[in-house]
C-alpha cells in the first residue's frame, strides 16, 4: 500500500447492497438513468424514479464512492414526434420546452444536475455504428432500409412468457405484428423516415434510430461498455432496458452491461398506473404549488424503492408531518456515533430509507443530520 493511502478510511464501498445483492464498487460508479421523451408535463411517477436514481447516488458518494451519472433525454421518437404535430409545433422546439419544463421540476425537487445529459439527436451517428457492430456480429439484419436486431432470445433472458412479452413490445411500440421481421421479438436499431419525419443518412438510406438502441448507443457513447447501475421506472425493465442490454452486449461482447438494477416502484393514483389516458395524472408542479419540495421527496423516498403504491392526499401529509419530526430531531445534540453508523449501514442496505429514518427519528442530531443531507431534505 503506498504512504499517505495506509490507514486510510475505506468507507462502505465494500459493505453496499442493491438490488437484493451486494454490489461492492470501485470509483467512479457509473449510473445510467433512463431518462425523459420530452412531449408531456412531469407527474408524480417520473419524479420518484428520478428522485430515487438521485438518491442513489448520494448514498453511493455517502458510502466513500465518485459517481459519474448520465440521465438521457430522448429526443427522438415517434411518441414526440406525434405530439409535436397535434399542437402543430415544430418537434425539436417543442421537445426543448417540455426539457426546459421538466428540468424546473427537477430542479425545484433538488434533484442533482447529472453529470452527462446526452440527447439521442446527438448521439445518432453512435447508433449508425451501432446497428453495423451487430450486423457484422451477424445479430442484426437489414431489410429495406431498416436494421433489426434478432431479439428472439430477449423475453426468456427476461424470463418473461412469450404471450406477456409480445403484449409490452406491442404497448412499447415495437411493433411485433410487423410482418417485415423475421421474429415478433425483433425491434428495429434503424427505420426508414418519411419525408415529414425526422431523419438522419446512413448506409441503409435516411432514417432514424429506434428507441432501445438510443439508449444503447448514449450509454456505450457517455459511460463505455458496462455500467454500474441502470435505473428507470420499472416498467421499463421490458422491454426497453432489456434490449438494450442485449443489443449493447451482442456488439461489445462486454455482459453484463449493467452490474445492478434499479426498476422504481410504479406510482398509482385510484389505482391506477398513473397516465394521460387514464386521467389520473399528479403533476409535480401542482403538488409543489401547496407542499414544500423537501415533503415531496420524502413523500417519494419514505418506502421501498421497488414497489409500487398508491398516492393519496393523505399520504403527503403524512411526509411533511415526518419531515417536521425530523427537523425537531436534528435540532437535538445527542447521537452516538454509533447511531451516525446505523444510518449510514440502513442506507447502503438496498437504499433502506425506512429504517434510516426510524433510526434519525428516535437518534437524533448527527445521524439526523446526516440523513436530511444525504437525502436532501434540509
Ligand atoms: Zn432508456
Partial sequence: MDG????????????????????PVISPVRFYVCGITPYDVTHLGHAATFVWADAAAAVLR????????????????????????????HYDEFALEQEYLFGRDMSALRVRRPTHEPRARHHVWQVVQLAAALLAAGRAYERGGAVYFRGCDVPASAGLALDDAERRCAEFGDEPDDPARDDPFDVAVWRPSAADEPGWPSPWGRGRPGWHAECAAMALGVLGAAVDVLAGGEDLAFPHHAYQAAMVEAATGVCPFARAQLPVG??????????????????????????????????????????????????????????????????TTTASPASVDAVTAAL???????????????????????????????
Avoid: F, Q
Fill in 266 to 331: 410504479t406510482v398509482r393514483a385510484h389505482g391506477a398506473k398513473m397516465a394521460k389516458s387514464t386521467g389520473n395524472l399528479v403533476l409535480v408542479s401542482d403538488l409543489l404549488r401547496d407542499h414544500p419540495p423537501a415533503a415531496v421527496r420524502l413523500l417519494l423516498l419514505d418506502r421501498v424503492w421497488h414497489r409500487s403504491w398508491d398516492h393519496t392526499a393523505a399520504e403527503v401529509e403524512r411526509a411533511a408531518a415526518r419531515l417536521e419530526r425530523l427537523y425537531s430531531a436534528a435540532g
Fill in 4 to 23: 499517505d493511502a495506509a490507514g486510510a478510511p475505506l468507507g462502505y464501498t465494500d459493505r453496499i447492497r442493491l438490488a437484493g445483492a451486494p454490489l
Fill in 62 to 89: 455517502l458510502a466513500g464512492a465518485d459517481t459519474v451519472t448520465c440521465r438521457n433525454v430522448t429526443d427522438v421518437d415517434d411518441v414526440l414526434t406525434r405530439a409535436a404535430v397535434e399542437r402543430g409545433r
Fill in 348 to 378: 447502503v442496505d438496498d437504499l433502506d430509507v425506512p429504517r434510516a429514518l426510524g433510526v434519525a427519528e428516535e437518534e437524533g442530531g448527527e445521524a439526523a443530520r446526516l440523513l436530511l443531507r444525504t437525502l436532501a431534505l434540509a
